[in-house]
């Protein structure tokens, strides 16, 4: 579940904030902001907006170091296609339909056709999203990747919660603020720390060739 609105810091659960963080989603970055990681969600508000949005860590399966783009910085994917309206919008691809005298025909498909409508139906089913936050102070980032790491070890089974959460997800998996009400994610204390630590055990931190780290939610 995705939240547009503003991004308000909370008052208890917070483990990272930090301005001048910019956001990309897909091929597009939206701009520079301030990032704020708590135990129930990523958020980040743009500067020259009035809504930012907030990633509820179910909804993130996977999160890593990525120095892929120019520069290092944090990678994560969400498990659905994101529409952020006005912001960014994936266009839905339409297979094609031959229509010849006024009747459908989609039996005499070209293999070019065929082939395109195979694409189309494979990039329907993964439904997925990805993003980079891109600190100005690059020295952040493990610092960003540590605390991610540790709010989203607190909400295990994400596969399970998606299911769950779905009654409350329209088709782009997003809400307005005004319409969810969080309930309260207990503080970390000293038996905490055992628990998050236990959590993290199921948690694959993977080098790879490109030099990417990653948490992977599912595991």
């Not at 008052?11 to 990032?35: A, D, F, P, W």
């Amino acid at each position: 579940m995705v939240i547009i609105g503003p991004v308000n810091l909370p008052e208890v659960g917070l483990s990272y904030t930090g301005g001048n963080v910019q956001l990309k989603i897909g091929e597009k970055i939206i701009g520079t902001g301030t990032l704020s990681i708590s135990q129930s969600a990523l958020g980040w508000q743009p500067d020259h907006l009035e809504d930012g949005i907030s990633f509820l860590w179910k909804q993130i399966s996977v999160h890593g170091i990525s120095s892929a783009t120019p520069a290092k910085c944090i990678y994560f994917m969400l498990v659905h296609q994101l529409t952020w309206r006005g912001i960014y919008e994936v266009a839905a691809a339409s297979p094609y339909i031959n229509i010849q005298n006024g009747v459908e025909d989609e039996g005499n498909a070209t293999d070019e056709e065929e082939n395109d409508d195979e694409i189309f139906q494979d990039a329907e089913e993964e439904q997925i999203t990805e993003c980079w936050l891109i600190p100005e102070d690059v020295n952040t980032v493990d610092t960003i990747f540590q605390a991610m790491t540790e709010c989203q070890a607190l909400h295990p089974d994400s596969a399970d919660s998606i299911s769950e959460e779905s009654d409350y997800m329209d088709d782009e998996g997003l809400v307005e603020a005004e319409e969810l009400v969080f309930g309260e994610v207990p503080e970390i204390g000293a038996a905490g720390e055992s628990d998050t630590i236990e959590a993290q055990g199921g948690i694959k931190n993977l080098n790879l060739n490109d030099d990417q780290r990653f948490a992977d939610a599912d595991e």
